[in-house]
């Protein structure tokens, strides 16, 4: 199995920035896409970012430039670092990866257990 452990979210003021990583963990398992959601309070998980294990990424339209996504192949990491953040950016972020799991040749998508984001003064 593999499981992803997420960190660095807190509390920020409006402008300010924040990084987020996640590791993946586990054994027999290789990865391939990771990314980032969001759920803010009532509304619907939603893409962020996602990064290929060749490192092209995809962002959400509204938070490109603001965000940027990148991975450690080696280190099966991922972070997402966060800059100029608003207050509508507050949720619980979570990590997600598309992984295989050798052992039973089976794709797995996994979930971290989320960091809550709070942009506020």
């Known amino acids: 199995q593999v499981q992803l452990v997420e960190s660095g979210g807190g509390l920020v003021q409006p402008g300010g920035s924040l990084r987020l990583s996640c590791a993946a963990s586990?054994?027999?398992?290789?990865?391939?896409?990771m990314g980032w959601f969001r759920q803010a309070p009532g509304k619907e998980r939603e893409l962020v970012a996602l990064?290929?294990?060749?490192?092209?990424?995809n962002y959400a339209d509204s938070l490109r430039g603001r965000f940027t996504i990148s991975r450690d192949n080696a280190k099966n990491t991922v972070s997402l670092q966060m800059n100029s953040l608003k207050p509508e950016d507050t949720a619980v972020y979570y990590c997600n990866a598309k992984s295989f799991i050798l052992t039973t040749a089976k794709f797995l998508e996994v979930w971290g257990q989320g960091t809550l984001v709070t942009v506020s003064s």
């Open positions: 990064i290929t294990n060749g490192g092209a990424a």
């Open positions: 586990g054994s027999s398992f290789t990865i391939g896409a």
